[in-house]
């Protein structure tokens, strides 16, 4: 009776781990959004879609108070993170953060805990004002950011280093236009498997970011005509426990930008890269070329510019 009991509880074991493994759990996604100079509803549904579209994720969408002014209402905006593999920001305030200072920390600590994190194109213009969140992000723009909130990233002599003795501004962009993003670090699951170099549907190529830096690789760049150098395009970063993914790219006024299968595929595989430290996202079969970008609209994008 003992052998059959013992064999039945082993049974039942396998069996739980093969329904946990096959197919492999969702990985659970918070959107924050709510506040930002761009609109950010359209950008929510484009993310939401990208996401979607790949099979590996569920998303839930955690929306802020539309009134700045409102203490009360803020005081009560609280999602559990604790609740989800990651978080991506779609959140931009300007650089004046209003959250509650425990929305704060819990953020902080849930990355130091081994969150995940996804900061998309202006939300790295947010809280220039909050030290712990330019932490996480390495490198922001605008939002009351100065020299006095780090450095730029450099590439020189085939590495990229902060540098502390360079002063371009804290964050700028020319016109929207195509360019050609470029593997950095070859070998990061982000980018393995992917062309070297593609080129990317109209965006804002972002220049100028500066930001304390710390434990920041930058995994894909572009080079900027307006500033003669290349800029990151897409970054990683260890924060306690946690990860971080940061890109740039993602601009919504126009479509070109997130109906990039190239940007698609790199914000889907960063979000898994940063909730679980692994990419299973294969490289679609119409990822764009070094010459040629690739458009599709994500499945259930419903909005128009
Ligand atoms: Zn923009």
């Known amino acids: 009776m003992?052998?059959?009991?013992?064999?039945?509880?082993?049974l039942a074991c396998t069996l739980a781990s093969c329904t946990s493994s096959y197919p492999p759990a969702k990985i659970r996604v918070l959107i924050l959004d709510g506040q930002n100079n761009h609109d950010w509803k359209a950008t929510t549904q484009a993310t939401k879609a990208t996401l979607l579209a790949s099979g590996r994720f569920e998303v839930e969408v955690s929306t802020?108070?539309?009134?700045?002014?409102?203490?009360?209402?803020?005081?009560?905006?609280s999602p559990d993170f604790s609740q989800y593999d990651v978080v991506l920001s779609n959140y931009n305030d300007g650089g004046?953060?209003?959250?509650?200072q425990a929305m704060k920390d819990a953020l902080v600590t849930y990355v130091e805990g081994g969150g995940g994190f996804v900061v998309v194109h202006a939300a790295n213009n947010s809280s220039g004002d909050w030290p712990e969140y330019n932490r996480l992000i390495g490198v922001g723009g605008w939002g009351g950011r100065t020299p006095a909130s780090g450095s730029h990233m450099r590439l020189s002599d085939s590495q990229w280093r902060p540098d502390p003795a360079a002063?371009?501004?804290s964050g700028s962009h020319g016109p929207q236009h195509e360019f050609v993003v470029e593997t950095q670090e070859t070998g990061h699951p982000i980018v393995?498997?992917?062309p070297a170099l593609w080129k990317h549907g109209k965006d804002e190529l972002y220049d100028s970011l500066r930001g304390p830096c710390e434990n920041l690789i930058v995994v894909a760049s572009?080079?900027?005509?307006k500033t003669d150098r290349h800029e990151p395009m897409a970054m990683v970063l260890h924060f306690g426990e946690g990860r971080v993914f940061h890109t740039p790219m993602g601009h919504v006024g126009g479509t070109e930008a997130v109906h990039c299968v190239g940007f698609q595929t790199i914000l889907a595989r960063g979000t898994e890269w940063a909730a679980t430290g692994k990419v299973t996202i294969a490289p679609p079969a119409d990822f764009p070329s070094e010459d040629a970008v690739s458009l599709v609209a994500p499945a259930e994008v419903i909005w128009t510019p």
């Not at 004046?96 to 509650?100: A, D, F, M």
């Open 2 to 10: 003992l052998r059959f009991l013992l064999g039945s509880f082993l």
């Open 64 to 77: 802020s108070p539309e009134d700045k002014s409102a203490s009360a209402d803020w005081e009560a905006w």
């Open 96 to 100: 004046t953060c209003v959250w509650s």
């Open 167 to 169: 002063d371009e501004g």
């Open 192 to 194: 393995e498997g992917l």
């Open 222 to 225: 572009a080079y900027s005509s």
